[in-house]
């Protein structure tokens, strides 16, 4: 593999990376983010079920169905067959990588890991193993209120974000950089505050990148650059290195660029590679690293 004489103090570019970051990650020193940004590919495959049928024929004429000549027929359900088609072996995916982000941060730096309903209490106890339950600092619900509604439960309007820490006693969090919110009973407190707003809870109400909007890129999993900034704000600080390795759209990319921090974005998609080059081609060098 093309490897890369690249360190983190070096005042080198912005870096926008076309490979596989399991191959990439390994490349990179110890210590050299403040902050990683993770959103891999949810494991959102469904069971799927498939059902034999034989169709028998009803002398009678009283079966359940009626087919070429008026025929009757009685309808035979036969062995119900199920399989998945999610990710078979989703964590032997994902830990290798998370153990690369681990060994990656710097000692005052911060994980954020970006998941949904159907993993994230999986990726809790395996994060716990690689950093230690001590390093947990936060589970974030990013809330929004757009797209389907479902009718036969509560409908699913939220995804999950996991934050840890490299060293409990040195991590960077500063919460006068980050964005307020309005007070949902502002009646209840002084104009002072009124007018500055409160600091975010851990949650984090956003809607999602609007459709028409002109944050919009067209990758399907964009995630919003208020969310990421919010973020990059508390957990790092201007001039500091910031890494996604599944960087999809680049959001992290454009969000670290408006805020003075120097970051490295790394997929295989083509596709994201090409959002990329538009969105930040202009304050990044592109890199398309070939194996052997």
């Keep these: 593999m093309t490897t890369m004489p690249w360190q983190p103090e070096e ?43 034989t169709m028998v024929h009803n002398a009678d004429g009283d079966g359940d169905r009626t087919g070429f000549g008026g025929r009757s027929y009685d309808t035979i359900k036969g062995a119900l067959h199920s399989y998945d088609d999610a990710f078979t072996d989703y964590w032997s995916f994902l830990e290798p990588r998370l153990l690369q982000a681990w060994r990656l941060l ?50 699913t309007k939220h995804d999950n974000i996991l934050v840890y820490v490299k060293n409990p006693k040195k991590y960077h969090f500063d919460n006068a950089e980050v964005d307020r919110e309005p007070y949902m009973a502002p009646g209840l407190v002084t104009a002072e505050k009124r007018e500055r707003g409160k600091l975010p809870t851990d949650v984090w109400w956003h809607t999602i990148v609007s459709p028409t909007g002109k944050e919009k890129t067209g990758y399907p999993t964009q995630k919003p650059e208020g969310l990421l900034r919010r973020a990059v704000s508390a957990s790092s600080r201007e001039g500091d290195w910031v890494l996604d390795f599944f960087a999809g759209s680049g959001t992290l990319g454009a969000v670290a660029a408006k805020l003075g921090r120097r970051f490295i974005c790394v997929d295989q998609n083509s596709q994201a590679i090409q959002v990329m080059t538009s969105r930040l081609g202009h304050v990044a060098t592109v890199v398309a690293l070939e194996t052997a």
């Design 11 to 53: 005042a080198g570019p912005n870096l926008v990376v076309h490979a596989d970051n399991s191959t990439f990650l390994p490349t990179l020193p110890d210590g050299s983010f403040t902050m990683i940004y993770v959103d891999p590919p949810f494991n959102t495959g469904r069971v799927q079920s498939r059902q034999q049928t």
């Design 106 to 155: 710097a000692e005052d730096g911060t994980l954020y890991l970006h998941l949904d309903y159907r993993e994230v209490h999986y990726a809790k106890v395996m994060l716990d193993s690689i950093f230690g339950r001590e390093c947990f600092l936060n589970e974030i619900i990013w809330a929004y209120d757009y797209g389907a509604r479902a009718k036969n439960r509560w409908p």
